[in-house]
């Protein structure tokens, strides 16, 4: 199974301090997204990463691509209590049409 | 351009009885995606739908439910003499792109299905 696996699973810091969230995957990807999905909501697209592409930015977020370990990290600087969510890993490959979701981070920014 | 619209956002029903899930991709969206999420889990895969054609459903167990995309009007997932079990939300997610080009799926809000 491609399915991934987030560490930690549970995160929990002060506002302004950075959070740093790990996915890991088993087989050979095309891309890499990570979503974020508040308390009862859906999800919600923050960034794509090739695989061919080794790090990302997005305003306070940083992604990076390790595709020889299979695995990727998202970090969120300065963070705010906003960011309190779930964040997800999703993979998709070159063979199939699915997205596989990794079992995600719990972030808690304590105010 | 509105997003991708799923209801009812929540749903009860007692054992055995039918739950109907709608989605409506976003403008210009011919490709559906549909996700089960249960607590405390990701996202599962069940069934990647182009309009009047089922691409994969891999994911989608074999017994009591289905899904289809007709030409007009939303994609259904069906879940017949529902089960216990089968309490979880399920999500959405509509894309423009198909094969293996850069892809970005759209989420719906999701329906939250509720047996009793």
């Known amino acids: 199974s491609q399915q991934g696996e987030e560490d930690p699973q549970a995160l929990s810091i002060q506002e302004g301090e950075n959070a740093t969230m790990n996915c890991s995957y088993k087989?050979?990807?095309?891309?890499l997204q990570w979503y974020r999905q508040n308390s009862g909501r859906g999800l919600v697209h923050l960034i794509l990463?090739?695989?061919?592409?080794r790090e990302k930015h997005s305003g306070r977020l940083r992604v990076t691509l390790d595709t020889s370990k299979k695995s990727s990290s998202l970090l969120i600087t300065a963070s705010r209590a906003a960011d309190t969510a779930s964040y997800f890993c999703a993979t998709d490959t070159n063979t199939g049409n699915q997205f596989y979701f990794g079992t995600g981070t719990s972030l808690t920014v304590i105010p | 351009n509105a997003g991708v619209m799923q209801n009812p956002r929540h749903l009860v029903r007692r054992r055995g009885q039918e739950a109907r899930l709608r989605c409506s991709p976003m403008?210009?969206?011919?490709?559906v995606y549909w996700y089960r999420q249960l607590p405390e889990e990701g996202l599962k895969f069940m069934v990647y739908l182009q309009k009047e054609n089922i691409i994969d459903e891999s994911g989608m167990p074999k017994e009591r439910f289905s899904a289809e995309f007709p030409k007009e009007g939303p994609s259904i997932l069906r879940i017949q003499q529902v089960v216990r079990g089968d309490s979880a939300a399920y999500f959405c997610?509509?894309?423009?792109?198909?094969?293996?080009?850069?892809?970005?799926?759209?989420f719906g809000p999701g329906t939250r299905l509720t047996v009793l």
């Open positions: 990463i090739r695989s061919n592409e």
């Open positions: 087989t050979s990807i095309n891309n």
């Open positions: 997610a509509s894309s423009p792109l198909e094969g293996l080009s850069l892809k970005t799926q759209y």
């Open positions: 403008k210009g969206h011919s490709h």
